[in-house]
Protein backbone atom coordinates (compact mmCIF):
# COMPACT_ATOMS: atom_id res chain seq x y z
CA UNK A 1 0.00 0.00 0.00
CA UNK A 2 2.97 2.72 0.95
CA UNK A 3 4.67 1.37 -3.02
CA UNK A 4 1.17 2.59 -4.35
CA UNK A 5 1.06 5.54 -2.28
CA UNK A 6 4.75 6.44 -3.13
CA UNK A 7 3.75 6.10 -6.63
CA UNK A 8 1.27 8.49 -6.58
CA UNK A 9 3.04 11.31 -4.74
CA UNK A 10 6.00 10.48 -7.23
CA UNK A 11 3.27 11.42 -9.82
CA UNK A 12 2.54 14.41 -8.38
CA UNK A 13 6.06 15.81 -8.00
CA UNK A 14 6.69 14.38 -11.71
CA UNK A 15 4.28 17.45 -13.07
CA UNK A 16 6.43 19.68 -10.68
CA UNK A 17 9.69 18.92 -12.17
CA UNK A 18 11.05 16.09 -10.00
CA UNK A 19 12.88 12.83 -10.56
CA UNK A 20 13.60 10.00 -8.65
CA UNK A 21 17.12 8.63 -8.00
CA UNK A 22 18.43 5.71 -6.96
CA UNK A 23 19.74 7.10 -3.29
CA UNK A 24 18.89 9.13 -1.19
CA UNK A 25 22.75 10.16 -1.15
CA UNK A 26 21.90 11.50 -4.37
CA UNK A 27 18.79 13.61 -3.51
CA UNK A 28 17.58 17.08 -3.08
CA UNK A 29 14.80 15.83 -1.38
CA UNK A 30 14.07 12.92 0.71
CA UNK A 31 10.55 11.19 1.46
CA UNK A 32 9.93 9.09 4.48
CA UNK A 33 6.55 7.08 3.50
CA UNK A 34 5.62 5.75 7.04
CA UNK A 35 3.69 3.01 8.50
CA UNK A 36 2.19 3.42 12.37
CA UNK A 37 1.04 -0.30 12.19
CA UNK A 38 3.04 -1.32 14.98
CA UNK A 39 5.12 0.23 17.52
CA UNK A 40 8.39 -1.55 15.85
CA UNK A 41 7.67 -0.09 12.36
CA UNK A 42 7.35 3.72 13.98
CA UNK A 43 10.75 3.38 15.93
CA UNK A 44 12.49 1.43 12.31
CA UNK A 45 11.85 5.03 11.15
CA UNK A 46 12.85 7.17 13.86
CA UNK A 47 15.85 5.69 13.24
CA UNK A 48 15.58 6.22 9.49
CA UNK A 49 14.50 9.49 10.31
CA UNK A 50 17.77 10.55 12.67
CA UNK A 51 19.86 9.32 9.51
CA UNK A 52 18.68 12.12 7.81
CA UNK A 53 20.81 14.46 10.20
CA UNK A 54 24.10 12.73 8.21
CA UNK A 55 23.00 12.99 5.29
CA UNK A 56 22.12 17.12 5.91
CA UNK A 57 25.18 17.55 7.15
CA UNK A 58 27.30 16.95 3.62
CA UNK A 59 24.08 18.04 1.43
CA UNK A 60 23.08 21.51 3.59
CA UNK A 61 20.33 22.02 0.25
CA UNK A 62 18.66 18.70 0.97
CA UNK A 63 15.07 18.84 2.19
CA UNK A 64 13.10 15.74 4.73
CA UNK A 65 9.71 14.84 4.62
CA UNK A 66 7.77 12.74 6.24
CA UNK A 67 4.89 11.05 4.99
CA UNK A 68 1.99 8.62 5.47
CA UNK A 69 0.23 7.27 8.80
CA UNK A 70 3.34 8.86 11.08
CA UNK A 71 2.78 12.04 9.74
CA UNK A 72 -1.15 12.03 10.45
CA UNK A 73 -0.51 10.45 13.89
CA UNK A 74 2.68 12.24 15.12
CA UNK A 75 2.38 15.75 13.20
CA UNK A 76 3.68 18.53 16.06
CA UNK A 77 6.07 15.69 17.29
CA UNK A 78 7.88 15.37 14.39
CA UNK A 79 8.42 18.86 13.69
CA UNK A 80 9.29 20.01 17.07
CA UNK A 81 11.35 16.81 18.30
CA UNK A 82 12.61 16.15 15.03
CA UNK A 83 14.49 19.41 13.56
CA UNK A 84 15.59 17.48 10.68
CA UNK A 85 12.24 17.13 9.47
CA UNK A 86 11.19 20.17 6.78
CA UNK A 87 7.76 18.82 6.01
CA UNK A 88 5.04 17.11 7.13
CA UNK A 89 2.24 14.99 4.87
CA UNK A 90 -0.59 12.87 6.10
CA UNK A 91 -2.03 10.36 4.04
CA UNK A 92 -4.78 12.07 2.12
CA UNK A 93 -2.99 15.46 1.03
CA UNK A 94 0.05 14.58 -1.32
CA UNK A 95 -1.42 16.62 -3.89
CA UNK A 96 -1.04 20.07 -1.75
CA UNK A 97 3.22 18.36 -2.20
CA UNK A 98 4.21 21.65 -4.58
CA UNK A 99 2.73 24.07 -2.37
CA UNK A 100 4.47 22.59 0.75
CA UNK A 101 7.68 22.33 -0.97
CA UNK A 102 7.29 25.80 -2.10
CA UNK A 103 7.12 27.22 1.61
CA UNK A 104 9.59 24.74 2.67
CA UNK A 105 12.04 26.12 -0.21
CA UNK A 106 11.94 29.87 1.52
CA UNK A 107 13.33 28.08 4.96
CA UNK A 108 10.09 27.14 6.69
CA UNK A 109 8.78 24.38 7.82
CA UNK A 110 5.39 22.96 6.26
CA UNK A 111 2.75 20.68 7.49
CA UNK A 112 -1.12 18.86 5.77
CA UNK A 113 -2.60 16.32 7.66
CA UNK A 114 -5.90 16.87 7.14
CA UNK A 115 -7.59 13.55 6.26
CA UNK A 116 -10.30 13.71 3.45
CA UNK A 117 -13.63 11.74 2.89
CA UNK A 118 -13.37 11.89 -1.02
CA UNK A 119 -9.67 11.54 -2.16
CA UNK A 120 -8.78 8.29 -4.12
CA UNK A 121 -6.19 10.35 -6.43
CA UNK A 122 -8.51 8.89 -8.66
CA UNK A 123 -6.95 10.24 -12.07
CA UNK A 124 -3.77 10.29 -11.07
CA UNK A 125 -1.34 8.06 -13.53
CA UNK A 126 1.66 6.46 -10.50
CA UNK A 127 5.11 7.02 -11.80
CA UNK A 128 6.43 2.94 -11.22
CA UNK A 129 8.78 3.17 -8.27
CA UNK A 130 11.60 0.35 -8.39
CA UNK A 131 10.12 -1.89 -10.78
CA UNK A 132 10.60 -5.12 -11.84
CA UNK A 133 8.71 -3.94 -15.35
CA UNK A 134 6.46 -7.51 -14.42
CA UNK A 135 4.17 -6.62 -11.34
CA UNK A 136 2.42 -3.82 -10.28
CA UNK A 137 -0.50 -2.49 -7.77
CA UNK A 138 -3.26 -0.28 -8.20
CA UNK A 139 -5.16 1.17 -5.29
CA UNK A 140 -8.82 0.50 -5.17
CA UNK A 141 -10.04 2.19 -2.58
CA UNK A 142 -8.84 4.13 0.77
CA UNK A 143 -8.99 4.16 4.23
CA UNK A 144 -10.80 2.16 6.86
CA UNK A 145 -14.45 2.24 8.39
CA UNK A 146 -13.94 -1.14 10.18
CA UNK A 147 -12.67 0.13 13.48
CA UNK A 148 -11.32 -3.10 15.00
CA UNK A 149 -9.91 -2.24 18.41
CA UNK A 150 -6.24 -2.93 17.90
CA UNK A 151 -5.64 -0.84 14.56
CA UNK A 152 -4.76 2.21 14.00
CA UNK A 153 -5.20 2.50 10.46
CA UNK A 154 -8.99 4.35 10.58
CA UNK A 155 -7.20 6.86 12.94
CA UNK A 156 -4.21 7.57 10.10
CA UNK A 157 -6.03 7.15 6.72
CA UNK A 158 -9.57 8.12 7.94
CA UNK A 159 -12.81 7.11 6.18
CA UNK A 160 -13.12 4.42 3.89
CA UNK A 161 -13.69 5.42 -0.16
CA UNK A 162 -13.61 3.85 -3.17
CA UNK A 163 -11.81 5.23 -6.47
CA UNK A 164 -13.69 5.49 -9.72
CA UNK A 165 -13.94 1.81 -11.20
CA UNK A 166 -13.57 2.99 -14.88
CA UNK A 167 -10.09 4.48 -13.55
CA UNK A 168 -9.21 1.40 -12.33
CA UNK A 169 -9.81 -0.74 -15.45
CA UNK A 170 -7.96 2.34 -17.32
CA UNK A 171 -4.99 2.09 -15.00
CA UNK A 172 -4.92 -1.78 -15.29
CA UNK A 173 -5.41 -1.27 -19.20
CA UNK A 174 -2.58 0.96 -19.77
CA UNK A 175 0.04 -1.49 -17.44
CA UNK A 176 -1.15 -4.12 -19.81
CA UNK A 177 0.14 -1.51 -22.95
CA UNK A 178 3.33 -0.80 -20.54
CA UNK A 179 4.44 -4.49 -20.62
CA UNK A 180 3.14 -5.10 -17.06
CA UNK A 181 2.38 -8.97 -16.57
CA UNK A 182 0.11 -9.20 -12.94
CA UNK A 183 -1.56 -6.57 -10.90
CA UNK A 184 -2.46 -6.43 -7.56
CA UNK A 185 -5.42 -4.49 -6.33
CA UNK A 186 -5.05 -3.17 -3.02
CA UNK A 187 -7.08 -1.47 -0.18
CA UNK A 188 -7.32 -2.71 3.50
CA UNK A 189 -11.04 -3.80 2.78
CA UNK A 190 -11.81 -4.77 -0.64
CA UNK A 191 -15.03 -6.71 -0.01
CA UNK A 192 -16.59 -3.32 0.82
CA UNK A 193 -15.54 -1.75 -2.20
CA UNK A 194 -18.75 0.47 -4.15
CA UNK A 195 -18.74 2.74 -6.52
CA UNK A 196 -21.91 4.38 -8.10
CA UNK A 197 -21.48 5.20 -11.87
CA UNK A 198 -22.13 8.94 -11.63
CA UNK A 199 -24.30 9.42 -14.72
CA UNK A 200 -25.88 5.46 -14.69
CA UNK A 201 -28.10 5.42 -11.26
CA UNK A 202 -29.95 2.26 -13.34
CA UNK A 203 -26.79 0.63 -13.43
CA UNK A 204 -26.54 0.21 -9.60
CA UNK A 205 -23.89 0.16 -7.75
CA UNK A 206 -20.54 -1.47 -8.42
CA UNK A 207 -19.35 -4.00 -5.88
CA UNK A 208 -15.55 -5.90 -5.42
CA UNK A 209 -17.23 -8.94 -7.77
CA UNK A 210 -18.43 -6.37 -10.35
CA UNK A 211 -14.76 -5.05 -10.24
CA UNK A 212 -12.47 -7.92 -10.29
CA UNK A 213 -14.82 -9.40 -13.48
CA UNK A 214 -14.23 -5.83 -14.65
CA UNK A 215 -10.70 -5.90 -14.74
CA UNK A 216 -10.58 -9.43 -15.71
CA UNK A 217 -12.24 -9.13 -18.55
CA UNK A 218 -10.71 -5.89 -20.04
CA UNK A 219 -7.63 -7.26 -19.35
CA UNK A 220 -7.28 -11.52 -20.49
CA UNK A 221 -3.67 -11.20 -20.67
CA UNK A 222 -2.82 -9.68 -17.57
CA UNK A 223 -3.01 -11.91 -13.98
CA UNK A 224 -4.73 -10.67 -11.23
CA UNK A 225 -4.35 -10.35 -7.38
CA UNK A 226 -5.44 -8.15 -4.72
CA UNK A 227 -5.50 -7.66 -0.98
CA UNK A 228 -6.89 -7.85 1.74
CA UNK A 229 -10.01 -9.27 2.26
CA UNK A 230 -12.34 -9.06 5.23
CA UNK A 231 -13.81 -12.43 6.38
CA UNK A 232 -17.32 -10.73 7.81
CA UNK A 233 -17.44 -9.03 4.35
CA UNK A 234 -16.01 -11.82 1.82
CA UNK A 235 -18.77 -12.93 -0.06
CA UNK A 236 -19.51 -16.09 -2.31
CA UNK A 237 -20.04 -13.98 -5.27
CA UNK A 238 -16.50 -12.94 -5.15
CA UNK A 239 -15.81 -16.37 -4.67
CA UNK A 240 -17.06 -17.17 -7.90
CA UNK A 241 -15.82 -14.59 -9.96
CA UNK A 242 -12.13 -16.13 -8.90
CA UNK A 243 -13.40 -19.41 -10.01
CA UNK A 244 -14.43 -18.50 -13.15
CA UNK A 245 -11.34 -16.46 -14.59
CA UNK A 246 -8.11 -18.36 -15.18
CA UNK A 247 -6.50 -14.43 -15.33
CA UNK A 248 -7.49 -14.19 -10.98
CA UNK A 249 -4.72 -16.24 -9.20
CA UNK A 250 -6.33 -18.62 -6.87
CA UNK A 251 -4.90 -16.79 -3.74
CA UNK A 252 -6.56 -15.28 -1.22
CA UNK A 253 -5.69 -13.20 1.94
CA UNK A 254 -7.63 -13.72 4.70
CA UNK A 255 -6.65 -12.46 8.08
CA UNK A 256 -8.40 -14.03 11.26
CA UNK A 257 -6.21 -12.41 13.70
CA UNK A 258 -7.47 -15.32 16.32
CA UNK A 259 -9.02 -18.30 16.63
CA UNK A 260 -10.59 -17.78 19.34
CA UNK A 261 -14.89 -16.27 19.52
CA UNK A 262 -14.02 -14.52 22.96
CA UNK A 263 -10.61 -12.24 21.99
CA UNK A 264 -12.65 -12.14 18.47
CA UNK A 265 -15.18 -10.20 20.04
CA UNK A 266 -12.75 -8.13 21.93
CA UNK A 267 -11.02 -7.46 18.76
CA UNK A 268 -14.01 -6.14 17.00
CA UNK A 269 -13.62 -7.91 13.91
CA UNK A 270 -17.48 -8.87 13.62
CA UNK A 271 -17.14 -12.70 13.08
CA UNK A 272 -16.67 -15.23 14.96
CA UNK A 273 -14.23 -18.51 15.00
CA UNK A 274 -17.61 -20.77 13.07
CA UNK A 275 -18.00 -17.98 10.43
CA UNK A 276 -14.82 -17.57 9.36
CA UNK A 277 -14.09 -21.57 9.21
CA UNK A 278 -17.18 -21.48 7.22
CA UNK A 279 -15.65 -18.97 4.52
CA UNK A 280 -12.88 -21.33 4.57
CA UNK A 281 -14.80 -24.07 3.75
CA UNK A 282 -16.54 -21.24 1.28
CA UNK A 283 -13.30 -20.65 -0.85
CA UNK A 284 -12.30 -24.59 -0.58
CA UNK A 285 -15.97 -25.47 -2.63
CA UNK A 286 -15.32 -22.61 -4.83
CA UNK A 287 -11.99 -23.56 -5.94
CA UNK A 288 -10.34 -26.19 -4.28
CA UNK A 289 -6.42 -25.11 -5.34
CA UNK A 290 -6.79 -21.91 -3.85
CA UNK A 291 -3.99 -21.22 -1.57
CA UNK A 292 -5.26 -19.51 1.82
CA UNK A 293 -2.89 -16.79 4.04
CA UNK A 294 -3.39 -14.92 6.91
CA UNK A 295 -2.81 -12.47 9.74
CA UNK A 296 -2.39 -13.66 13.18
CA UNK A 297 -2.02 -11.06 16.57
CA UNK A 298 -0.39 -13.01 19.40
CA UNK A 299 -1.24 -11.59 22.93
CA UNK A 300 -3.90 -9.40 22.38
CA UNK A 301 -5.68 -7.89 25.55
CA UNK A 302 -7.08 -10.82 27.65
CA UNK A 303 -5.78 -13.71 25.90
CA UNK A 304 -5.27 -16.47 27.84
CA UNK A 305 -4.06 -19.47 26.90
CA UNK A 306 -6.92 -21.42 26.25
CA UNK A 307 -7.46 -18.84 23.77
CA UNK A 308 -3.86 -19.06 22.58
CA UNK A 309 -4.85 -22.90 21.95
CA UNK A 310 -7.63 -21.95 19.99
CA UNK A 311 -5.22 -20.11 17.90
CA UNK A 312 -3.21 -23.30 17.07
CA UNK A 313 -6.07 -25.50 16.60
CA UNK A 314 -7.55 -23.31 14.13
CA UNK A 315 -4.12 -23.02 11.73
CA UNK A 316 -3.70 -26.44 12.34
CA UNK A 317 -7.08 -27.12 10.74
CA UNK A 318 -7.41 -24.31 7.97
CA UNK A 319 -3.68 -25.54 6.95
CA UNK A 320 -2.37 -21.75 5.95
CA UNK A 321 0.07 -21.96 3.10
CA UNK A 322 1.43 -18.83 4.67
CA UNK A 323 0.87 -16.35 7.25
CA UNK A 324 1.71 -12.70 8.85
CA UNK A 325 2.59 -13.38 12.70
CA UNK A 326 2.76 -10.42 15.11
CA UNK A 327 2.75 -9.80 18.99
CA UNK A 328 0.01 -7.22 20.27
CA UNK A 329 1.38 -3.76 20.30
CA UNK A 330 -0.36 -1.29 21.53
CA UNK A 331 -1.60 2.09 19.39
CA UNK A 332 -2.67 5.11 20.51
CA UNK A 333 -6.23 6.15 20.62
CA UNK A 334 -7.75 2.94 19.82
CA UNK A 335 -10.46 1.53 21.18
CA UNK A 336 -8.26 -1.05 22.50
CA UNK A 337 -5.87 1.15 23.94
CA UNK A 338 -8.75 3.25 25.62
CA UNK A 339 -10.57 0.28 27.01
CA UNK A 340 -8.72 -3.10 27.66
CA UNK A 341 -5.72 -3.30 29.70
CA UNK A 342 -2.10 -4.77 27.45
CA UNK A 343 -2.14 -7.49 30.07
CA UNK A 344 -0.27 -10.50 28.45
CA UNK A 345 3.40 -10.37 29.64
CA UNK A 346 5.81 -9.64 26.92
CA UNK A 347 7.64 -12.67 27.69
CA UNK A 348 4.26 -15.09 27.30
CA UNK A 349 3.87 -12.68 23.88
CA UNK A 350 6.76 -13.87 22.60
CA UNK A 351 6.23 -18.10 23.61
CA UNK A 352 2.71 -17.50 21.95
CA UNK A 353 4.10 -16.08 18.73
CA UNK A 354 7.40 -18.34 19.04
CA UNK A 355 4.75 -21.60 18.98
CA UNK A 356 2.82 -19.66 16.68
CA UNK A 357 5.51 -19.65 14.01
CA UNK A 358 6.45 -22.73 14.95
CA UNK A 359 3.62 -24.25 13.67
CA UNK A 360 3.17 -22.48 10.60
CA UNK A 361 6.64 -23.10 9.52
CA UNK A 362 5.24 -26.78 9.80
CA UNK A 363 1.89 -26.13 7.63
CA UNK A 364 3.83 -24.29 4.86
CA UNK A 365 6.15 -26.75 4.80
CA UNK A 366 3.21 -29.43 4.21
CA UNK A 367 1.36 -27.06 1.82
CA UNK A 368 4.67 -26.52 -0.14
CA UNK A 369 5.77 -30.29 -0.34
CA UNK A 370 2.04 -31.30 -1.37
CA UNK A 371 2.51 -29.55 -4.63
CA UNK A 372 5.98 -31.91 -5.84
CA UNK A 373 4.85 -33.48 -9.15
CA UNK A 374 2.40 -30.62 -9.78
CA UNK A 375 2.26 -28.30 -13.01
CA UNK A 376 1.93 -25.13 -12.32
CA UNK A 377 1.66 -21.85 -14.41
CA UNK A 378 4.83 -19.14 -13.21
CA UNK A 379 4.96 -15.34 -14.19
CA UNK A 380 8.87 -15.04 -14.02
CA UNK A 381 9.87 -12.12 -12.24
CA UNK A 382 13.38 -11.91 -12.23
CA UNK A 383 16.24 -13.34 -11.09
CA UNK A 384 16.80 -15.42 -8.32
CA UNK A 385 19.26 -14.47 -5.37
CA UNK A 386 21.21 -17.56 -4.79
CA UNK A 387 22.34 -17.93 -8.32
CA UNK A 388 22.24 -15.73 -12.16
CA UNK A 389 21.71 -18.97 -13.65
CA UNK A 390 18.11 -19.44 -11.94
CA UNK A 391 15.01 -17.20 -12.01
CA UNK A 392 12.13 -16.56 -9.66
CA UNK A 393 8.38 -16.66 -10.07
CA UNK A 394 5.23 -16.66 -8.42
CA UNK A 395 2.39 -19.43 -9.55
CA UNK A 396 -1.37 -18.82 -8.85
CA UNK A 397 -1.15 -19.65 -5.25
CA UNK A 398 1.70 -17.23 -4.96
CA UNK A 399 4.40 -19.59 -3.65
CA UNK A 400 7.72 -18.78 -4.88
CA UNK A 401 8.99 -20.87 -7.65
CA UNK A 402 12.46 -21.24 -8.97
CA UNK A 403 13.30 -22.42 -12.30
CA UNK A 404 16.95 -22.62 -14.29
CA UNK A 405 17.06 -19.49 -16.89
CA UNK A 406 18.19 -21.39 -19.86
CA UNK A 407 15.36 -24.16 -21.08
CA UNK A 408 16.01 -27.24 -22.34
CA UNK A 409 14.97 -28.94 -25.51
CA UNK A 410 13.51 -27.12 -28.70
CA UNK A 411 11.50 -24.65 -26.37
CA UNK A 412 11.43 -21.03 -26.84
CA UNK A 413 9.64 -17.79 -25.43
CA UNK A 414 7.73 -14.99 -27.93
CA UNK A 415 10.86 -13.73 -29.44
CA UNK A 416 12.23 -17.29 -30.12
CA UNK A 417 14.90 -17.19 -27.25
CA UNK A 418 15.98 -20.21 -25.05
CA UNK A 419 16.97 -18.20 -22.42
CA UNK A 420 13.77 -17.20 -20.13
CA UNK A 421 13.14 -13.39 -18.98
CA UNK A 422 11.09 -11.71 -16.76
CA UNK A 423 7.70 -11.55 -18.10
CA UNK A 424 7.87 -14.94 -19.15
CA UNK A 425 4.41 -17.12 -18.61
CA UNK A 426 6.15 -20.38 -18.02
CA UNK A 427 4.39 -24.24 -17.45
CA UNK A 428 6.54 -25.71 -14.87
CA UNK A 429 6.49 -29.17 -12.98
CA UNK A 430 7.40 -29.11 -9.46
CA UNK A 431 10.55 -30.81 -7.83
CA UNK A 432 11.14 -30.02 -4.81
CA UNK A 433 9.82 -27.96 -2.16
CA UNK A 434 11.08 -25.74 1.01
CA UNK A 435 8.75 -24.40 3.17
CA UNK A 436 9.55 -20.81 1.47
CA UNK A 437 9.66 -21.85 -2.04
CA UNK A 438 9.31 -24.06 -4.78
CA UNK A 439 11.78 -25.44 -7.31
CA UNK A 440 10.61 -26.71 -10.78
CA UNK A 441 11.90 -27.18 -14.07
CA UNK A 442 10.42 -25.52 -17.14
CA UNK A 443 7.98 -27.78 -19.16
CA UNK A 444 6.78 -25.14 -21.99
CA UNK A 445 6.92 -21.13 -22.56
CA UNK A 446 3.00 -20.18 -22.78
CA UNK A 447 3.48 -16.64 -24.92
CA UNK A 448 0.87 -15.22 -22.28
CA UNK A 449 -1.93 -15.75 -19.07
CA UNK A 450 -4.99 -17.94 -20.66
CA UNK A 451 -7.58 -16.08 -19.66
CA UNK A 452 -10.79 -17.94 -19.33
CA UNK A 453 -11.27 -21.28 -17.84
N1 LIG B 1 -6.80 -4.31 6.66
C1 LIG B 1 -6.19 -5.53 6.92
C2 LIG B 1 -4.88 -5.45 7.66
C3 LIG B 1 -4.24 -4.18 7.97
S1 LIG B 1 -2.91 -4.14 9.07
C4 LIG B 1 -7.15 -6.40 7.71
O1 LIG B 1 -8.13 -5.96 8.21
O2 LIG B 1 -6.87 -7.55 7.88
C5 LIG B 1 -2.04 -5.63 8.81
C6 LIG B 1 -2.00 -6.51 10.00
O3 LIG B 1 -1.26 -5.92 11.05
C7 LIG B 1 -3.34 -6.83 10.64
O4 LIG B 1 -4.05 -7.80 9.96
C8 LIG B 1 -2.93 -7.28 12.02
O5 LIG B 1 -2.67 -8.66 12.08
C9 LIG B 1 -1.65 -6.50 12.27
N2 LIG B 1 -1.88 -5.46 13.26
C10 LIG B 1 -2.66 -4.37 13.13
N3 LIG B 1 -2.64 -3.65 14.27
C11 LIG B 1 -1.84 -4.30 15.12
C12 LIG B 1 -1.42 -4.08 16.47
N4 LIG B 1 -1.85 -3.03 17.15
N5 LIG B 1 -0.57 -4.98 17.04
C13 LIG B 1 -0.14 -6.06 16.34
N6 LIG B 1 -0.50 -6.32 15.10
C14 LIG B 1 -1.33 -5.47 14.48
FE1 LIG C 1 -7.40 -2.08 10.62
FE2 LIG C 1 -9.51 -3.67 10.80
FE3 LIG C 1 -9.47 -1.75 8.98
FE4 LIG C 1 -7.88 -3.87 8.73
S1 LIG C 1 -10.13 -3.87 8.68
S2 LIG C 1 -7.31 -1.72 8.45
S3 LIG C 1 -7.34 -4.31 10.81
S4 LIG C 1 -9.51 -1.44 11.18
New binding site residues.
Given amino acids: MNVSDSEVVASILARDGYTPVNSAEEADLVLLNTCS??EKAEYTVLQRINEMNNLKARNKGLKVGVLGCMAERMREDLLEKKKVVDLVVGPDAYRTLPELLEKVGTGQKAVNVLLSREETYGEIEPVRLGTNGVTAFVTIMRG?D?M?A????PFTRGRERSRDATSIVRECEQLVRDGYREVTLLG??VDSYKWRPVQSAENGIVDFADLLEMVAVACPTLRIRYS?S?PKDMTDKVLAVMARYDNICKYIHL?V?SGSSEVLKRMNRGYDRVWYLERIASIRRHMPDCAIST???AGYCGETEADHQETLSLMEEVGYDMA?M??????PK?L?ARKYPDDVPEEEKGRRLAEIIELQKRKSAERTAGYVGQIHEVLIEGVSKRSNDHLYGRNSQNNVVIVARQVVGGKTNAEGSRSLKPGDFVRVRITSATAGSLQGEVLDVLNHQPALA
Fill in positions: IRCNCFCVVQNTHPQDIIFFKYSERTA
